[in-house]
């Protein structure tokens, strides 16, 4: 069974940044890709990005794409977003999740997901 435990989210003024990371636990033998996705209240979850455990690709949504970057420790099945310039509009819970490859990930189909950190950008 993998566990996925976030840190790093709060409250932020505009502008600010913050830095999540997301480590997993357990059987994560075929984890291919990690992943951060968020949810705003009344509004679906969406993916912000994804990075490949394997090479190293990663997707950013345009939205945050010159805000935003994933990466990630294999060796300690750590991925991290570090979000600067941030906006109001990107208060929501951030989670994390592993999955088998980067269409799961894109798609939202991965494996195991973690219990979310809530972001909060005041203006």
């Known amino acids: 069974q993998v566990q996925l435990v976030e840190s790093g989210g709060g409250t932020v003024q505009a502008g600010g940044s913050l830095r999540l990371s997301c480590t997993a636990s357990?059987?994560?033998?075929?984890?291919?890709?990690m992943g951060w996705y968020r949810q705003a209240p009344g509004k679906d979850r969406e993916v912000v990005a994804c990075?490949?455990?394997?090479?190293?690709?990663?997707y950013v949504r345009d939205s945050v794409k010159d805000r935003f970057t994933i990466s990630r420790d294999s060796a300690k099945n750590t991925v991290f977003l570090q979000m600067n310039s941030l906006k109001p509009e990107d208060t929501a819970v951030y989670s994390c999740?592993?999955?088998?490859?980067?269409?799961?990930?894109?798609?939202?189909?991965?494996?195991?997901w973690g219990q979310g950190t809530q972001v909060t950008v005041s203006s």
């Open positions: 999740a592993i999955g088998y490859d980067m269409v799961a990930c894109l798609g939202q189909a991965m494996d195991s």
């Open positions: 357990g059987i994560v033998a075929t984890i291919n890709s």
């Open positions: 990075i490949s455990t394997s090479d190293g690709s990663t």
